[in-house]
């Protein structure tokens, strides 16, 4: 005979067990979903603003096409700059 003591979980403790993960999944989706839009907002706004800039910012420190050069440097601080001041001010948020 089969042991009875270690029988499944009822269908209420089962429930509850798959509401408990509903709300834990719903919480890292948000979560993913707002660090994709953080970091979205960091890259367009930084690559704006380094755009717009380009003109004035000497020569060394303007990007080339299909370049590695000390512009994409520039260009990836001003995003990081962004998205660390984006993390900073929602630090509090649920």
């Known amino acids: 005979m089969a042991d009875t003591s270690t029988e499944r979980p009822t269908t209420e403790?089962?429930?509850?067990?798959?509401?408990?993960?509903?709300?834990k999944g719903r919480g890292k989706k948000s979560n993913a979903l707002g660090n994709f839009l953080?970091?979205?907002l960091?890259?367009?706004?930084?690559?704006?603003?380094?755009?717009?800039s380009m003109p004035h910012l000497p020569p060394v420190a303007r990007h080339r096409l299909f370049r590695e050069d000390f512009g994409l440097v520039v260009?990836?601080?001003i995003?990081?700059?962004i998205f660390v001041a984006v993390k900073y001010w929602r630090r509090n948020e649920g």
């Open 79 to 81: 995003c990081l700059a």
């Open 13 to 23: 403790r089962a429930t509850e067990n798959e509401a408990q993960l509903t709300k």
């Open 38 to 40: 953080d970091a979205l």
């Open 75 to 77: 260009d990836f601080a």
């Open 42 to 52: 960091a890259v367009l706004a930084g690559n704006a603003i380094y755009y717009l």
